[in-house]
Nanobody, 116 residues
Framework: QVQVVESGGGLVQAGGSLRLSCTAS????????MGWYRQAPGKQREVVAT???????NYADSVKGRFTISRDNAKNTVYLQMNSLKPEDTAVYYC??????????WGQGTQVTVSS
């Protein structure tokens, strides 16, 4: 079955950088789109950035200019380069993989903590 595995989370200081990686495996289909979502304590999950197989990207207003999403379609892998991190970026970050013919799958989440 499809597995979505994230890595790269951790603790960084405000203004620092972090790079998240996510690979979706176990499907004969390639992903049509992948994205990153986050959920802070007491808040609902929100979209951070998404990218389609064609390379079209979308970002939440709160991360525009600071985060960059990219992907390797052949590997069904998505990356999130996070720069100029702020304490408000602290959250559990979840990766989502969308397979056009097989549905959507989520990773288990990786904790990102930004200290002041």
């Amino acid at each position: 079955q499809v597995q979505v595995v994230e890595s790269g989370g951790g603790l960084v200081q405000a203004g620092g950088s972090l790079r998240l990686s996510c690979t979706a495996s176990g499907s004969i289909f390639s992903t049509k789109a992948m994205g990153w979502y986050r959920q802070a304590p007491g808040k609902q999950r929100e979209v951070v950035a998404t990218i389609t197989s064609g390379g079209n990207t979308n970002y939440a207003d709160s991360v525009k200019g600071r985060f960059t999403i990219s992907r390797d379609n052949a590997k069904n892998t998505v990356y999130l380069q996070m720069n100029s991190l702020k304490p408000e970026d602290t959250a559990v970050y979840y990766c989502k993989a969308y397979f056009a013919f097989a549905g959507e799958y989520w990773g288990q989440g990786t904790q990102v903590t930004v200290s002041s």
